[in-house]
């Protein structure tokens, strides 16, 4: 029954993904007053490609053709590990948050080989560039997660998450901390504006864009796909953990039913807020980047202090 | 007074130089015939009084090669040539003294067939794979349709310029790019993400223009010149009817010089809109851009309404226009231009209070006012780096020698210069279309059409909204075209580009190459 339920919360994650991209494209038309495209477009061009043939450079490898897969299976599995309904699956026992970090750091390794395997300027380009983001946003990320496992005493997310349940709605200096570098690193991670520019069709400005740029047809759409899960996977994540109130405790099907309202609700909002930011910020300078990262780690090491200076002695 | 003091003394100073001038009078131009010998020394002289090089061009005429190139200095424009025997054409280079002759002469080199001696950088330009080396399409024996092969030929092979050393790559982008825009070529060389140089490969649009202009009659000639480049199309028909107008002796009446002028304000106007748009979505400032877009389009739908022609194409011809603006028109007009200046304020105010996009325009793209006079940088992009050079103020022709305007300047020169440069032209063409529309008299819109004589020319030059365009027509018998050739700003602003990006980071290229905005089309011919 518990691994029922949670192959069902995994699906779940994979079959919203897309709308979730669908609503933020959504509220950036309104907000630079444009009519928008519906909510489930980003399911037909899904669709569109998976029905496409790809089309593959003569003097790309092997790699090149599985990369997708990998990176979408790891995606996924990153994504079994995260609550997204209800706390206490067997499939968030297993495996920690170290381990989700982890996952995302191999689905990127195989992007960055895809990128350089076909030999083309703009691969090696996003590569490079991928590579040089994500070493300045790892470590941030994991400052921000440690501040949390520190306060709940464990680097497994479902039993953080039910701690911060149990201790009521309390204010953590160490929580707020953490909360912004999260949310920096999410953006960072995820090729949001003001790093990167999912939208932009400037080959020369393109990080994430630039990695996958030979790519066509059902690989596309499954790196499409992950990069969906990605952006649904961060939100969750900052949702879940710092606003867990609405999540799933016991698995009857009311508990269940409320848990998806729950993150419907969070979700949007956050999406709200993402599309309000990225539609006030230019996209920054790419050496900007790290000072941006930067910050994010220096919240990290304030939360982790505030936690041992205010919070650990409680 | 000023205008005709320099040449005096230039003309004094290439005596002592023992170059034979031999002055010949053209209709409203001055033409300095020169030995072939001199013309690189010509150009040596003319450097040292800081006088511009502004267009250079040959053309196969009586079994004899004529090399023009068109200078400028305080408004006034002489047009000095050399004429060449068809049996070995070489002469000595301008390019190794003029920066900005480089691409021109190797054009002339590609199409004609003539020898720039001493040329610094004599690769081949606008030939690619179409014809061989040993055609020379511009040469009146070579056919109109060519001689093409089934398929053309990839360009490969060509000759960039390489950079050795640890950390160096090498970035080729183009000529197809993932946005919808013209096509080029650019090589980067990089360190890290430093651009160290950048070489750009352009005429893949090339289309002939020169060639398919032979024999055509005015109108079909100025229907040409629309659309030499899709953006200019005032622009490039002003100067082209300009110039015919000059060699058959005809003025156009009043009414159809001002429409004209309030046509290619129109045309500045609309470019400047959608090119500050499109400046704010190369650093992903989307909102803006929107905007701005929203704006040109209502701009382009009342075009099309009053003129008949969103891009108001074809709307000038030979002897005027054959466009009128009725005086309820004028009135709305002048309601769309308060309404579009109230818009625009307040978007630009949203767009000067967003820090980030600030962070990214200023101080990126810097072109030192040296450089940008050194190639003689024109428009927006000489003007944001200190170059004043404008024709409607510095030899003004109708209608602008009867309005009293401003032109912007600034020192800055980087990207946010050339953006707020535009934001001021917009104002600066908003009121000069409030004057010509104040100026309208009820009159004739043509002028009847001369026929000039066979060999007469003329040399139309005329403000664009990129810069000054020199448009130079010769007639043959019957009223029909012996040669054609439009210079594009763009053919001169290219090259500032690849000085421009110089010491900025490669993901700030495409923003740069958005406030400088060459057009291809007009560069490649």
Redesign the interface.
């Known amino acids: 029954m518990n691994w029922l339920i949670a192959v069902i919360q995994t699906s779940l994650f994979a079959a919203l993904a897309p709308l979730l991209a669908g609503w933020i494209k959504w509220c950036k038309c309104r907000l630079q007053n444009r009519k928008a495209p519906s909510l489930f477009q980003p399911y037909r061009d899904l669709i569109k490609l998976t029905n496409k043939q790809p089309v593959v450079a003569e003097q790309a490898s092997w790699l090149f053709t599985i990369a997708p897969y990998i990176v979408f299976s790891a995606t996924v599995l990153a994504a079994s590990i995260v609550p997204l309904i209800a706390v206490d699956l067997p499939t968030s026992a297993s495996a920690d948050v170290i381990v989700m970090v982890g996952f995302f750091a191999f689905a990127r390794f195989f992007l960055a080989l895809a990128g350089l395997d076909i030999g083309t300027a703009f691969g090696g380009m996003g590569s490079s560039r991928e590579m040089t983001i994500s070493s300045l946003a790892e470590p941030a990320m994991l400052m921000a997660i440690f501040t949390l496992t520190m306060t709940a005493s464990t680097t497994n997310l479902s039993v953080a998450i039910s701690h911060v349940l149990n201790d009521g709605l309390v204010l953590r200096p160490s929580f707020v901390f953490a909360l912004f570098a999260l949310i920096i690193v999410a953006i960072a991670e995820t090729g949001r504006v003001p790093v990167d520019n999912p939208a932009t069709h400037l080959e020369l400005t393109m990080i994430h864009e630039a990695m996958i740029l030979e790519y066509s047809g059902r690989h596309l759409a499954l790196i499409e796909w992950a990069s969906q899960l990605k952006l649904m996977l961060y939100g969750v994540l900052i949702a879940n953990i710092f606003f867990p109130w609405g999540i799933a405790e016991t698995f009857s099907a009311k508990a269940l039913g409320y848990g998806l309202l729950a993150i419907f609700g969070k979700l949007t909002v956050l999406a709200i807020l993402l599309a309000v930011s990225e539609t006030l910020l230019a996209k920054m300078r790419l050496f900007r980047v790290q000072e941006y990262l930067g910050f994010a780690y220096l919240l990290g090491v304030l939360g982790l202090l505030s936690y041992i200076i205010l919070e650990a002695s409680r | 007074m000023s205008a005709s003091n320099w040449t005096t003394e230039f003309l004094d100073q290439l005596l002592d130089a023992t170059i034979a001038v031999e002055q010949i009078s053209l209709p409203s131009t001055t033409l300095w015939q020169i030995e072939s010998q001199h013309w690189q020394q010509f150009a040596t002289l003319a450097i040292q009084q800081n006088i511009r090089w502004a267009a250079g061009w040959a053309e196969h005429y009586q079994e004899q090669f004529f090399i023009n190139a068109c200078f400028e200095k305080q408004g006034l424009y002489v047009l000095v040539r050399t004429i060449l025997n068809a049996v070995k054409p070489e002469l000595p280079s301008q390019a190794a003294v003029y920066p900005a002759a480089n691409r021109s002469e190797r054009h002339t080199q590609d199409m004609f067939g003539i020898n720039f001696v001493g040329h610094p950088d004599n690769r081949r330009w606008t030939r690619h794979k179409a014809w061989t080396k040993h055609h020379n399409p511009l040469r009146k024996d070579f056919p109109v349709q060519g001689e093409p092969e089934a398929v053309t030929p990839p360009d490969i092979g060509y000759p960039f310029v390489k950079a050795y050393g640890a950390g160096v ?5 183009g000529p197809v ?4 825009i013209e096509p080029g070529h650019f090589r980067f060389q990089a360190v890290g ?1 430093m651009i160290l140089n950048l070489e750009e490969r352009l005429g893949y649009v090339h289309k002939g223009i020169e060639k398919i202009a032979e024999g055509r009659t005015p109108e079909s000639l100025a229907r040409l010149a629309g659309r030499v480049s899709g953006d200019t199309t005032v622009g490039h028909c002003w100067a082209a009817c300009r110039a015919m107008e000059q060699a058959a002796g005809i003025e156009i009446p009043p009414r159809a010089a001002l429409i004209r002028g309030i046509l290619a304000e129109r045309e500045r106007i609309a470019n400047h809109l959608g090119d500050i748009g499109a400046i ?1 979505n ?6 803006a851009q ?2 701005l877009m ?1 704006l040109r389009e209502l701009w382009l739908r009342s075009q099309a309404k009053t003129f008949g022609h969103r891009l108001l194409m074809d709307c000038i011809i030979p002897g005027g226009v054959n466009c009128d603006l009725p005086e309820d028109a004028c009135l709305v007009m002048e309601q769309e231009m308060i309404r579009l200046k109230i818009e625009l304020d307040e978007i630009l105010l949203a767009v000067d209070m ?1 820090s ?2 600030e ?2 325009l200023y101080t ?1 793209g810097y072109l030192a006012p040296e450089i940008a006079a050194a190639f003689g940088a024109l428009g927006y992009v000489g003007r944001a780096s200190g170059q004043k050079v404008d024709v409607r103020r510095d030899a003004p022709y109708a209608p602008y020698d009867q309005v009293t305007f401003k032109v912007p300047l600034e020192k800055q020169g980087d990207i946010a210069s050339r953006f707020w440069m535009r934001s001021k032209e917009i104002d600066a063409a908003l009121k000069l279309i409030k004057q010509f529309i104040g100026l309208l008299s009820p009159g004739d819109l043509l002028a009847d059409w001369k026929t000039p004589l066979p060999g007469s020319e003329g040399l139309g030059i005329i403000e664009g909204w990129r810069g000054e365009i020199i448009a130079y027509i010769r007639f043959d018998s019957d009223s029909k075209i012996a040669r054609f050739y439009p210079r594009d700003p763009s053919a001169v602003n290219w090259p500032v580009l690849e000085k421009l990006v110089l010491n900025n ?6 923003v740069c190459n958005k406030s400088v905005n060459g057009s291809y089309s007009g560069n490649d011919l």
């Open positions: 790559y090498e970035i080729p982008v790019h993932a946005g919808i993400e704010c190369d650093v992903g400032f989307v909102f929107m905007q929203r967003a980030s996009l962070d990214r990126a980071i490669v993901p700030d290229f495409p």
